[in-house]
């Protein structure tokens, strides 16, 4: 079970990590990614490898067509959506492809067809053996209306008849005629997500499902480093010396005065070793923070242990929020862009 703090979020975010059914992951060795739930089991049940392919990228969160933004994963078949109450939803990867390629789709005037069915909504016809394929594997919800007559393509050393559709591309391959495979589906997933979504990294098995957690955009990994780094408790809070990024970053953890701030460090030996008269010293890097505020500031309260060296996973993510979480522990510290942008997560049992 997991248990989840974020300011206004606590009970909504506590309740979602709880559930009874516990979140699943899967990881492939072929492309070095994971797949957990809920994506992971709209995978498996709509047709798994044979569909969608393996996954090309970690979940992050995606702005779709200018409209919708959300956790998305890449596929070499498909991008996968998670809308949340609505469910997953696959992308519409047939329309994207034909942007892409500088020939977006036009209203069809197809005529009718005998064995054929045609679709008013756009204009075209689908005749076998993609309209079998169509009908048996999910029609509109799996495929989309039909985006484009059929037509002879080259696709790498392949050519051959293949039509698009709103969310597919449909390949007939006549040398497999009476198998499974006389009709595939295109591999639009590697093909449009290069163009579509930044190169994204991998979280640490200890942070998966963070995405889908956080309630700020992350965006991409860009990167995962092994650091040591001065650590200090305080009452309400914790403070870090993070030296890959030279930032003190300190946060207060205790609902409702979830906050942070990011302060650029400008410590040196020069500067004194200590910055507080109490009896446990606030020092160096983190101490010339605090000082340059101020002092500790009220909400962080009183300091409860010294200045300890750590050492700490910290992910950096496209948006510039990091994660920070130390080693063995079961706490994520995530800090966004924004001062109201931090999310205390504890994982675990």
């Given at each position: 079970m997991r248990r989840v703090f974020a300011g206004v979020l606590v009970v909504w975010l506590l309740l979602g990590w709880t559930s009874t059914s516990a979140a699943r992951t899967r990881c492939f060795a072929e492309t070095g990614f994971c797949v957990s739930d809920p994506i992971l089991a709209y995978w498996e049940k709509n047709g798994g490898l044979a569909v969608f392919g393996y996954p090309l990228g970690v979940l992050h969160d995606e702005t779709?067509?200018?409209?919708?933004?959300?956790?998305?994963?890449?596929?070499?078949?498909?991008?996968?959506?998670?809308h949340g109450a609505q469910g997953v939803l696959a992308g519409r990867l047939g329309a994207l492809a034909r942007e892409r390629q500088g020939r977006p789709w036009q209203q069809g005037s197809d005529a009718q067809a005998a064995g054929c069915r045609y679709f008013d909504v756009t204009g075209y016809t689908v005749c076998e053996p993609f309209l079998s394929y169509w009908q048996k594997n999910g029609g509109v919800m799996r495929f989309g209306y039909p985006i484009t007559a059929r037509q002879t393509e080259s696709l790498g050393d392949w050519r051959g008849e293949v039509q698009y559709f709103e969310r597919r591309r449909m390949e007939w391959h006549p040398e497999f005629a009476g198998t499974p495979y006389e009709v595939l589906l295109g591999r639009l997933g590697a093909e449009t997500m290069t163009v579509s979504s930044p190169s994204c990294g991998q979280l640490p098995a200890s942070m998966h499902g963070l995405v889908t957690v956080v309630p700020f955009d992350v965006s991409c990994v860009t990167a995962v480093d092994q650091v040591t780094a001065p650590y200090q408790t305080f009452q309400n809070g914790v403070a870090f010396f993070v030296a890959n990024r030279n930032e003190v970053i300190w946060l207060t953890t205790v609902f409702p005065q979830n906050s942070y701030q990011r302060v650029v460090n400008s410590w040196t030996p020069a500067d004194p070793d200590a910055y507080s008269a109490g009896p446990i010293a606030v020092r160096q890097q983190i101490g010339k923070a605090l000082a340059s505020v101020g002092g500790i500031p009220s909400a962080l309260g009183t300091v409860l242990s010294e200045a300890t060296l750590t050492p700490v996973t910290v992910v950096q993510f496209a948006s510039g929020a990091l994660a920070i979480q130390i080693n063995g522990h079961e706490t994520v510290y995530v800090v966004g862009t924004a001062p109201d942008q931090t999310i205390t997560i504890t994982t675990g049992p």
């Open positions: 779709i067509e200018g409209t919708w933004r959300g956790p998305t994963q890449w596929f070499e078949r498909d991008r996968l959506e998670d």
